[in-house]
Structures are given as structure tokens and as C-alpha cells.
């Protein structure tokens, strides 16, 4: 299975990105995915989950209302759309996935596959 994240960069405060992420390699699977980040010197913690189905999502508190998971099923591809980025939101971004599974993950040991990571750094 690959786990593969695309769309960070370098953007100021107040601005938008949106990085995708998609799952491949075990035909017929469906994914539950999630958004995790670790900024430096801290630990890696949870951003954003959905479920395979796109029914149920979780938002950590840092980013409720300003970021936003949604995926393309038919694709096993997620995005996250970040919108008002602040400096502390700065940090490497990871996709996770699961195959088979029909919960809504939050936790890192949840996931069996992990992206390489992606950095968002935003200057203020």
C-alpha cells in the first residue's frame, strides 16, 4: 500500500492551501484516512479523519471551522482544505490510511499506512 501527499508550500498568515492525499495498492479496499501533523519540537497529533464513506469526520480543536476533510471514495483520495492559516499551524503534514476499516480513526496506532509527509510553513 502507498500513501502519497501532495500540495504544501511556503504561505503567509490569513492564506489558504489544500493538500491531497491518496491510497493505492491493495485493489477493492476502501480506506479510512486521516490528516495528522508534527511541528518541530512537538509530537505528532491528529488534524482531521473521515471514514472510508465520507459520512463521519473529526476535527482537532486547533483547526474546527478553518480546515476541511473531504475525499473522492471512487479514488481512495483525501484533501484537506486549510483555509486562514496561522504561524502555528506550521509543521510537516502526514496522511494516514487504513484498509477495511469503517471507523473513524483518531489515534496514530489506528493506522496502518503512513505518507511521507508534506511541509506547510506559514510565515506571519
Known amino acids: 500500500v502507498h500513501v502519497v501527499e501532495s500540495g504544501g508550500g511556503l504561505v503567509q498568515a490569513g492564506a489558504a492551501l489544500r493538500l491531497s492525499c491518496t491510497a493505492s495498492?491493495?485493489?477493492?479496499?476502501?480506506?479510512?484516512m486521516g490528516w495528522f501533523r508534527q511541528a518541530p519540537g512537538k509530537e505528532r497529533e491528529i488534524v482531521a479523519a473521515?471514514?472510508?464513506?465520507?459520512?463521519?469526520?473529526y476535527y482537532a480543536d486547533s483547526v474546527k471551522a478553518r480546515f476541511f476533510i473531504s475525499r473522492d471514495g471512487a479514488k481512495n483520495t483525501i484533501y484537506l482544505q486549510m483555509n486562514s492559516l496561522k504561524p502555528e499551524d506550521t509543521a510537516v503534514y502526514y496522511c494516514?490510511?487504513?484498509?477495511?476499516?469503517?471507523?473513524?480513526?483518531?489515534?496514530?496506532?489506528?493506522?496502518?499506512?503512513w505518507g511521507q509527509g508534506t511541509q506547510v510553513t506559514v510565515s506571519s
Open positions: 494516514a490510511a487504513s484498509p477495511g476499516s469503517y471507523d473513524l480513526m483518531i489515534k496514530e496506532h489506528e493506522y496502518d499506512y
Open positions: 473521515v471514514t472510508w464513506s465520507g459520512a463521519s469526520t
Open positions: 495498492g491493495r485493489t477493492g479496499s476502501m480506506y479510512g
